[in-house]
Nanobody, 125 residues
Framework: EVQLQASGGGLVQAGGSLRLSCAAS????????IGWFRQAPGKEREGVSCISSSDGSTYYADSVKGRFTISSDNAKNTVYLQMNSLKPEDTAVYYC??????????????????WGQGTLVTVSS
């Protein structure tokens, strides 16, 4: 059974940093694309970042470019999202998701088959 466990959220002041983790299990951590999405209250889900195992390609939403960095540790079956220079508008529930069919890095939620539970990030001003 494929499982994704997101963790690392919390309360941080503007300008601070957090590192989110997405621990994966139930599949061979060789072929995948794992993305991070977020949803703020009253807003639509937004694709934040993605990493693909096939060629190491990454994707970042314009709103987080230069501030967020996605990485993977295949030995730990974990994908990380390092979030720096956090802003109040980054406040949201963050989810990780996996595409195990095409390993294609995408910012569209419909391209992903498996989702983890969310982890709440709150950035205070």
């Amino acid at each position: 059974e494929v499982q994704l466990q997101a963790s690392g959220g919390g309360l941080v002041q503007a300008g601070g940093s957090l590192r989110l983790s997405c621990a994966a299990s139930g599949f061979t951590f060789d072929d995948y694309a794992i993305g991070w999405f977020r949803q703020a209250p009253g807003k639509e889900r937004e694709g934040v970042s993605c990493i693909s195992s096939s060629d190491g390609s990454t994707y970042y939403a314009d709103s987080v470019k230069g501030r967020f960095t996605i990485s993977s540790d295949n030995a730990k079956n974990t994908v990380y999202l390092q979030m720096n220079s956090l802003k109040p508008e980054d406040t949201a529930v963050y989810y990780c998701a996996a595409d195990l069919k095409y390993y294609y890095c995408s910012g569209y939620g419909s391209d992903y088959d498996y989702w983890g539970q969310g982890t709440l990030v709150t950035v205070s001003s």
